[in-house]
C-alpha cells in the first residue's frame, strides 16, 4: 500500500513540476495521470502491482476527497438562487449538446472507418429508416 | 451549551468525524436505495457537514483547513485515474480514431456551450468560467476551476449535478438521439458526465460502461488543455 502510494505521490509531484516549468494552466494531478498512464502502458503493469492497489483502493472513496471542497457550496446558496436560470439552462443545455455531439461523431467516424457495429440487441428493429 | 463543549465541537477532530459520517450515511442509502443514480454519498455527506458548520457557526475556511487531511488526497487519487485508463486501453483496438476525435469535439462543445449558453442568460464571468469546467470528472473540475480563477466549490456540485442527471436520463436520451452502437453510447456518456454517469453505463452494459470509464479518462484530459486555450477566446 505504501509503495504504491509512494508512486502516486511521485507521479503528482512530477505532473506539479511540470506544469510549474512549463507555465501552463493544466492541473498537475491531471499531468500526473497522463505521465502515471504512459508509465503503466510501457511497463504492461498487470493489476497486482501496488500502484494498481493503493490506486484502486483510492478510486473506491474518490467521493469521499471532494467533500470538503463541495461542502463551499454553503457559502454560494445565494448566489445559486440568483442565478438559477443561466445555471441550469447552461448545465443541462451543455450536457445535451455534447451528449449528441460525441455520439453522432462516434458513429459517424466509425461508418466513415467501415468498423463493425456493435448495435445493443433489439435496437435497430424499430428505428433502422430514419 | 457549555464552552468547552462547544470548542470540542468545533475542533478538527469533531469535523473530521461530522464529514466521515455523512460520508458513511451517505454510503448506507446508497446501499439501501439499490444504487440509485440520486443517493450519491458526497451529496449527502455535503449536507450533513453543510447543516453542522451553519449550525455550529463555523468559518468554511476553518472547516477546510480542518479536513485538510481528507481533501489532500484529492491529488493522489486523480493521478490514479490512469489506472482504468490502462485497464480498459486494450479494447480500443479498431476505434482510436472515432474515440479521440469524438471526445476532443465533445469537449469543446460542452465547453464552448456552458459559456456562452451563462452568459446569454445574464452569468457572470466567474460563474462562466465554473461552468466551462463541469463535463470534466469531479476533481479534475475543481482543479481546473482553481486555476481558471472560478468558483471551486460550485464547480464540484455542477459536475456532480451533471453526472447525476446524465446518470438517470442518459441512455432515453441516446435512444431519442438514435445513437445504438454501444461503444458510442458509452462513449458520449463518460465524456459528458465522467464517472456518476459512467457508473449507470457499468450497470446497463459491460461495453457501455468500459468505453464511458475510458471517455471519462480521456475527457478529463483533453477539456484541461482545452479550457486554457479556449479561455484565451472566450473570456
Not at chain 1, 440568483?82 to 449538446?97: D, K, N, Q, R, T
Not at chain 1, 459517424?108 to 424499430?126: C, V
Not at chain 2, 469533531?14 to 464529514?19: A, D, G, K, N, W
Not at chain 2, 465533445?106 to 456552458?114: L, N, Q
Amino acid at each position: 500500500m505504501i509503495t504504491g502510494l509512494t508512486w502516486l505521490l511521485a507521479f503528482q509531484v512530477l505532473g506539479e513540476a511540470i506544469v510549474r516549468v512549463l507555465d501552463v494552466t493544466v492541473p498537475g494531478p491531471v499531468v500526473g495521470m497522463l505521465l502515471l498512464f504512459v508509465y503503466l502502458r510501457v511497463r504492461r503493469y498487470d493489476d497486482s502491482g501496488s500502484i494498481v492497489r493503493a490506486g484502486s483502493a483510492l478510486l473506491r472513496h474518490l467521493q469521499l476527497f471532494f467533500i470538503p471542497a463541495g461542502v463551499g457550496i454553503v457559502a454560494y446558496l445565494g448566489l445559486l438562487g440568483e442565478h438559477a436560470l443561466p445555471i441550469s439552462v447552461a448545465l443541462l443545455g451543455s450536457w445535451l449538446l455534447g451528449l449528441a455531439v460525441v455520439g453522432w461523431t462516434a458513429v459517424g467516424l466509425e461508418r466513415l472507418l467501415g468498423a463493425p457495429r456493435d448495435d445493443l440487441p433489439g435496437a435497430g428493429e424499430t428505428g433502422e429508416v430514419p | 451549551m457549555r464552552e468547552d463543549l462547544l470548542d470540542l465541537a468545533r475542533s478538527p477532530l469533531t469535523l473530521l468525524l461530522v464529514t466521515l459520517a455523512g460520508y458513511q450515511a451517505g454510503r448506507w442509502l446508497q446501499t439501501r436505495t439499490g444504487g440509485h443514480a440520486l443517493a450519491q454519498p458526497v451529496l449527502v455527506a455535503i449536507a450533513v457537514a453543510g447543516t453542522a458548520i451553519t449550525v455550529l457557526d463555523v468559518d468554511y475556511a476553518d472547516y477546510r483547513s480542518a479536513t485538510e487531511l481528507i481533501a489532500f488526497w484529492l491529488g493522489p487519487a486523480t493521478v490514479a485515474l490512469a489506472i482504468p485508463l490502462h485497464r480498459q486501453a486494450d479494447r480500443l483496438k479498431g476505434f482510436v480514431v472515432p474515440l479521440l476525435v469524438a471526445v476532443v469535439v465533445g469537449a469543446a462543445t460542452s465547453i464552448v456551450s456552458a459559456v456562452l449558453l451563462a452568459r446569454l442568460l445574464g452569468a457572470d464571468e466567474a460563474l462562466e468560467k465554473t461552468l466551462s469546467t463541469k463535463a470534466a470528472t469531479t476533481p479534475v473540475a475543481i482543479a481546473l476551476t482553481e486555476t481558471l480563477g472560478g468558483i471551486p466549490p460550485l464547480a464540484a456540485v455542477f459536475a456532480i449535478v451533471t453526472g447525476i442527471v446524465s446518470a438517470i436520463t442518459a441512455p432515453a436520451v441516446l435512444n431519442l438521439l438514435r445513437i445504438r452502437d454501444r461503444r458510442a453510447r458509452g462513449l458520449a456518456v463518460g465524456a459528458v458526465s465522467h464517472g456518476i454517469g459512467a457508473s449507470r453505463m457499468l450497470r446497463e452494459d459491460e461495453t457501455e460502461g468500459a468505453f464511458a470509464g475510458l471517455a471519462m479518462g480521456l475527457s478529463a484530459l483533453a477539456i484541461s488543455l482545452l479550457v486554457p486555450v479556449l479561455a484565451l477566446v472566450l473570456f
